[in-house]
């Protein structure tokens, strides 16, 4: 089981940019399919993009296309999430997290086994 740490939240303006990073010890991500989630106040945790931990192809929510682009380096044992033209709707606390098996071709919250503390984002004006 792999133990996660994010990092790299904050707060920002509308269209502004912010890179998060989780940092795994315990396990070789390259294991996993390695995921990044969110969940605004009173709202269900969403996932929003995940990547195979020895990397591949990625998947995104539609709503985070083009503005989001999640990376993995196998030699830090690291995941990243580059948010690129944020904006309000993206505030929340993300979560990065791993699914020990394959990627799949969605995201469930149940299938994520290990999960890190949360970094908060903050998008207003």
């Known amino acids: 089981q792999a133990q996660l740490s994010e990092s790299g939240g904050g707060s920002v303006q509308p269209g502004g940019s912010l890179r998060l990073s989780c940092k795994a010890s315990g396990e070789d991500i390259s294991k996993s399919c390695m995921g990044w989630f969110r969940q605004a106040p009173g709202k269900k945790r969403e996932g929003v993009a995940h990547i195979p931990g020895g990397g591949g192809l990625a998947y995104y929510i539609s709503a985070v296309k083009g503005r989001f682009t999640i990376s993995q380096d196998t030699a830090t044992n690291t995941v990243y999430l580059q948010m690129s033209g944020l904006k309000p709707e993206d505030t929340g606390m993300y979560y990065c997290?791993?699914?020990?098996?394959?990627?799949?071709?969605?995201?469930?919250?149940?299938?994520?086994?290990?999960w890190g503390q949360g970094t908060q984002v903050t998008v207003s004006s």
């Open positions: 997290a791993a699914d020990y098996g394959d990627c799949r071709s969605y995201m469930v919250v149940e299938w994520f086994e290990s």
